[in-house]
Antibody, heavy 116, light 107 residues
Framework: EVQLVESGGGVVRPGGSLRLSCAAS????????MSWVRQAPGKGLEWVSG????????GYADSVKGRFTISRDNAKNSLYLQMNSLRAEDTALYHC?????????WGQGTLVTVSS | DIQMTQSPSTLSASVGDRVTITCRAS??????LAWYQQKPGKAPKLLIY???SLESGVPSRFSGSGSGTEFTLTISSLQPDDFATYYC?????????FGGGTKVEIK
């Protein structure tokens, strides 16, 4: 069974940083691209970033480009999102997803709150 | 970026109704479109990919169609478990975008 478990969320002040992690199991991690998708409270889904199977190709939404960095460690079956220069509008539930084009399986998410 | 517009934003329907949700892309995306279902407090669930391919385990009452800029998700006979919010998402370009969502409510 595919499992994706996010961690690392929390409350951070504007301008601060957080690193999200996603632990993957139940599938061959290095066969698949991965994504981060977020959902602000009461709002719709927003793609944040994606990465291919070996980390050689990445993509970012314009809203996070230059501030967020996606990476993966295939030896640890883990996906990461380094988030710098956080803004109030980054407040959301961040989901890890299997797939870098469409998301076949989703984690339950980790909540990031940016507030002073 | 490619913009995705869903309509309607809210839909009221009864059990047994045939329901159609439309998604329009701001430019052609061929068939690179997915549909998701999301229930309150839960992660989204993939229903359809490549515009019309049914994800494994998804009931056959769900179907997708379209290509280019116009797409539809159809539920042939609405069931109580289908009351949820539905999102389309394009993956033609590697700046993926979602539609704004369609909430299917009980009439």
């Amino acid at each position: 069974e595919v499992q994706l478990v996010e961690s690392g969320g929390g409350v951070v002040r504007p301008g601060g940083s957080l690193r999200l992690s996603c632990a993957a199991s139940g599938f061959t991690f290095d066969d698949y691209g991965m994504s981060w998708v977020r959902q602000a409270p009461g709002k719709g889904l927003e793609w944040v970033s994606g990465i291919n199977w070996n980390g050689g190709s990445t993509g970012y939404a314009d809203s996070v480009k230059g501030r967020f960095t996606i990476s993966r460690d295939n030896a640890k079956n883990s996906l990461y999102l380094q988030m710098n220069s956080l803004r109030a509008e980054d407040t959301a539930l961040y989901h890890c997803g299997l797939g870098s084009y469409y998301v076949r399986h989703w984690g339950q998410g980790t909540l990031v709150t940016v507030s002073s | 970026d490619i913009q995705m517009t869903q309509s309607p934003s809210t839909l009221s329907a009864s059990v047994g109704d045939r329901v159609t949700i439309t998604c329009r892309a701001s430019q052609s995306i061929s068939s690179w479109l997915a549909w998701y279902q999301q229930k309150p407090g839960k992660a989204p669930k993939l229903l359809i990919y490549k515009a019309s391919s049914l994800e494994s385990g998804v009931p056959s009452r769900f179907s997708g169609s379209g290509s280019g800029t116009e797409f539809t998700l159809t539920i042939s006979s609405l069931q109580p478990d289908d009351f949820a919010t539905y999102y389309c998402q394009q993956y033609n370009s590697y700046s993926l975008t979602f539609g704004g969502g369609t909430k299917v409510e009980i009439k």
